[in-house]
């Protein structure tokens, strides 16, 4: 086993084991173990996931309760849907983060956060969300095909390990006629939290099983929602920056 990183209250350090890793919060004097699940055939960056934790235990320290009132509109006006659009369905949001993406949608019949450091960010959340958390990989969802009638991916695709497993998860769990939302960045770097650049063609990798029922190329302005936000369109012929937002609607073939 592997020690490394300090503790201190509110700080998060880990102990690395084979088959996963433990992230141990030390939370006013008591310390919490969690265990983080890799899978070998990913090769999972243990860094990445202490990044991604460490970012949203600062968030936290900087907003007190992490916010959630931005996801209804984003969910709903900024896909051209309302709130009825959702009621009595299955709807799965990958690489959820611990905001609570899903605490809104009160009237589907399941909403489930699917994100591999669910369990991790039971620290932050503290059980204060409705809503379902999944610990899985998005590359191995544990759900059977055809299970939802709506799969989101806010700012998550290019966080995940291996993309084009991922998108044939999510086409699998979507069952015919449901619906994919899709907020991407654009960038054509991998950074340490994001091994999976996207590209503005990503609808072309769906085709075969779904139609695209818009697309939406947005300026990069201050994240991904506040860019869908802006609703200022990319300009592909005089492009100031190749950083972007793509918004996808897709719904899957009948025959599928
Ligand atoms: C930038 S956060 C987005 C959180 C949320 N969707 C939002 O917009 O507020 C990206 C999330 O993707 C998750 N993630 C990273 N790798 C993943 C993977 N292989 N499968 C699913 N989610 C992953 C991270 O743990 C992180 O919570």
Redesign the pocket.
């Known amino acids: 086993m592997v020690f490394f990183g300090h503790c201190w209250p509110g700080m998060a350090c880990l102990v690395i084991g084979s088959g996963g890793f433990l992230c141990a919060t030390v939370m006013k004097k008591r310390c919490l173990f969690m265990k983080i699940r890799t899978t070998p055939e990913y090769k999972n960056p243990i860094s990445k ?1 202490v990044h ?1 934790y460490m970012y949203w235990k600062k968030q936290q320290v900087i907003e007190g309760r992490l916010s959630n009132s931005q996801y209804e509109n984003l969910f709903t006006e900024r896909f051209s849907v309302d709130k009825d659009f959702y009621s009595g369905k299955r709807i799965l ?5 611990p ?1 609570g ?1 899903l605490e809104w949608a009160d009237n589907a019949a399941q909403r489930v956060g ?4 669910a369990e991790a960010y039971e620290f932050i959340i503290q059980g204060s969300h409705e809503m379902e958390y999944v610990p899985d ?3 191995k969802i544990s759900f059977e095909n055809d299970h939802f009638d709506i799969v989101t991916s ?3 695709l290019d ?3 291996d993309l084009g497993v ?1 998108i044939g998860e999510m086409k699998r769990v979507v069952k015919p006629g449901g619906h994919i939302f899709i907020a991407a960045e654009i960038c054509k770097d991998k950074k340490p939290c994001e091994p999976s650049p996207v590209n503005w063609d990503l609808a072309e990798l769906f085709e075969d099983e779904f139609e695209v029922m818009d697309t939406f190329c947005f300026s990069f302005y201050k994240g ?2 506040r860019s869908i936000q802006q609703g200022e369109i990319y300009d592909h012929d005089n492009p100031q920056t190749e950083t972007g937002v793509l918004r996808l609607r897709l719904v899957k073939k009948q025959d599928c």
């Open positions: 996931y991604e949001d990958i690489g959820c983060g905001r993406s699917l994100d591999p450091l990989f998005a590359e806010i700012n998550s966080h995940v390990d991922v991904v929602n």
